[in-house]
């Protein structure tokens, strides 16, 4: 990896702790400094389409049911597109006030979406969906879902 690429690595880490950082304190505010104006967010299965509404809807988390919680993360990827974005997958999962680790089934895979803008690297785009164990002896990683059932043809 070149000293650049190091460099943006090292940046988009410290966008993450920072992010999980505001997330423990409870700050979405600080949860949401570098998410560009126009990112999106999908958190259990609904879209939040700009900064503002990721604050919005993670403000009235932490004075509800997410107060006191943190977060378990987990890197699992980190790869560039191009010169200007960056995709990390991760696994995480919330700890709510007073756990010590966070369930198998409350585990989800996440999908951040980095750009860099001005020199800065911000999140672009977020994305989880809950961790499904993939079948017994396949040796894939792939996760399935086994009883999905689309609710609509396309």
Aim: no cysteine; aromatic share 8%.
């Amino acid at each position: 990896m070149s000293d650049s690429r190091a460099e943006d690595e090292a940046a988009i880490q410290a966008v993450l702790v920072d992010s999980y950082r505001a997330w423990e304190a409870g700050d979405a505010g600080g949860m949401v400094a570098d998410y560009t104006a126009d990112a999106t967010a999908i958190m259990t299965g609904s879209l939040r389409d700009s900064r503002d509404a990721v604050r919005e809807s993670m403000a009235l988390a932490f004075d509800g049911p997410l107060k006191g919680s943190s977060t378990y993360n987990k890197q699992l990827s980190l790869r560039f597109v191009g010169r200007d974005a960056a995709i990390v997958v991760s696994e995480s999962g919330i700890l709510f006030a007073g756990e010590t680790e966070v369930a198998d089934t409350g585990k989800v895979n996440a999908t951040w979406v980095f750009e860099k803008r001005d020199g800065r690297w911000l999140i672009a785009a977020y994305h989880n969906s809950p961790v499904v164990d993939p079948e017994p002896g396949s040796g894939s990683t792939v996760r399935t879902l086994d009883s999905y059932q689309p609710t609509a043809t396309l």
